[in-house]
């Protein structure tokens, strides 16, 4: 039985608490947050304890931590972990700071322990079915993707001034995705982006909408698209041309059913936000986490992953502000 502290109670952290507790395979030991009372009642609904997170970090009873808080919190988080010999799942990002999070990535190799990162979209069923076909070659070579990611409603301004911009927290599961999906880094990025959903998103500096063209180094294309505003709920699509055919993942809907009259064809919207879309791969993520520390088996998504997809992120911030593509190895 994998033993383990959870850190941060937030919303997310809440995902996580369901997640660990539904696996046969661990026990949520422990819980830490910057509130208290928020770990207290988190940590009651699942039988566990709060505690403060050096405590927690350094009980040797725990096995592994999963670390749900601030991402100006990762890194520091991630290195004492590890030094304290524990597994790691984190969040995304690794940190605001792609110098930072490489800092960090030393300090985990030289732990000799493994982390994991929480880019949870590489488990939602759909999208894991997409990518088996491409690696069974059912489509020849891939050559264009199409990344679409839009939330049903921007954030509070509040959150978008500590969040380190669209790019690094926002499209960076779409970077991981086309890295994942294409099998490596690209070799460019060119990024534009806009404040036109809310003018106070832009007035702290952030865009709300945004596309951004990856090019490899082979000539294949990634377009990923973002925006903060779709008002009939969270549009998660890819689609994938390759040299035989085509793939496409389509939004899951809040049900199966339409109506078909003679005023048109009706059907339902796609589910509201993450924490309905993708309740399915957290749960599938975690289970692979388990798998991995339980069997010694490669971990399906590496700190390395974490950083290269903040590489990307960095560069299409740069490309971005001065309106030029930027190469990916100029930021690495």
């Known amino acids: 039985m994998l033993k383990v502290g959870l850190l941060g109670a937030g919303r997310i952290g809440n995902v996580h608490a369901k997640a660990i507790s539904a696996h046969p395979g661990s026990r949520l030991v422990a819980v830490s947050d910057v509130n208290m009372e928020a770990a207290k009642k988190l940590a009651a609904q ?7 997170t050096d ?3 350094g009980d040797a009873l725990i096995d592994a931590v999963l670390i749900a808080t601030s991402t100006d919190t990762h890194s520091d988080l991630i290195e004492a972990a590890t030094k304290a010999g524990k597994a790691v799942l984190c969040e995304k990002p690794v940190d605001l700071s792609l110098e930072r999070a490489r800092v960090c990535q030393k300090a985990v190799a030289a732990s000799g322990r493994r982390v994991m990162i929480g880019f ?6 759909n999208f894991a079915a997409l990518k088996a076909a491409v690696d069974r070659g059912e489509i020849g070579k891939a050559e264009l993707l199409s990344v679409t990611s839009f939330d049903p409603a921007p954030p509070p301004v509040s959150y ?19 890295c994942w999906i294409m099998g490596g880094l690209p070799e460019t990025v060119t990024a534009i982006g806009s404040s036109i959903v809310d003018p106070a998103i832009g007035a702290v500096g952030d865009v709300d909408t945004a596309v951004v063209t990856l090019y490899f180094a082979d000539g294949r294309i990634a377009v990923i698209k973002n925006s903060r505003r779709a008002v009939y709920g969270y549009d998660q699509r890819v689609e994938l041309l390759g040299s035989e055919g085509l793939l496409s993942a389509g939004n899951v809907l809040e049900n199966t059913v339409s109506k078909a009259t003679a005023a048109g064809v009706v059907g339902a919207k796609p589910e509201f936000f993450f924490l309905e879309r993708y309740m399915r791969a957290y749960l599938a993520e975690w289970a692979a986490f388990v798998d991995a520390v339980n069997t010694g088996s490669a971990l399906p998504v590496t700190l390395d992953d974490g950083v290269n997809a903040l590489a990307v992120a960095e560069a299409a911030t740069r490309s971005a502000k001065s309106g030029e593509t930027v190469k990916v190895a100029s930021v690495l």
């Not at 949870?120 to 069923?125: G, K, L, S």
């Not at 001034?161 to 690094?168: N, T």
């Not at 927290?169 to 086309?178: K, L, N, Q, S, T």
């Open 46 to 52: 699942y039988g566990a304890e709060a505690r403060a």
């Open 55 to 57: 405590q927690i970090i």
């Open 120 to 125: 949870n979209r590489r488990f939602d069923p």
């Open 160 to 178: 978008v001034r500590v969040s380190g911009g669209l790019f690094r927290d926002m499209m960076i599961h779409d970077f991981d995705m086309a």
